[in-house]
């Protein structure tokens, strides 16, 4: 089971960090995947922590979003700086490991207002 927190309402040019914590004993981590979604909109794929570690962006986002993992304690994070209305959205964090594909999150609000 993995849980998104860290969303919320944010002036145009702000910041937040999203977490994305996965509970339980968790073994062959593939990588973590950061999505978003608007209503009406399929869902988008935002950015990646592998486990090699490597991360990769989604053009939009790449020099404002970080993503990085708290190994200890199972635990991912996306830094969102610069924030801009167009990053409103659901924010999911996916979970990818050797015996389970995907395991989603509830997702996560994120509102920023110009």
């Known amino acids: 089971r993995v849980v998104e927190s860290g969303g919320g309402l944010v002036h145009s040019g702000g910041s937040l960090r999203l977490s994305c914590t996965a509970s339980?004993?968790?073994?062959?981590?593939?990588?973590v995947e950061w999505h978003r979604q608007t209503p009406g909109k399929r869902r988008e794929w935002v950015a990646m922590?592998?486990?090699?570690?490597?991360?990769n962006y989604t053009d939009s986002v790449k020099g404002r979003f970080i993503a990085s993992r708290d190994g200890a304690k199972n635990t991912w994070f996306l830094q969102m700086n610069s924030l801009k209305p167009e990053d409103t959205a659901v924010y999911y964090c996916?979970?990818?490991?050797?015996?389970?594909?995907?395991?989603w999150g509830q997702g996560t609000q994120v509102t920023v207002s110009s």
């Open positions: 339980g004993a968790i073994s062959s981590i593939y990588s």
């Open positions: 922590f592998t486990s090699a570690p490597t991360t």
């Open positions: 996916n979970l990818r490991t050797l015996l389970v594909p995907e395991t």
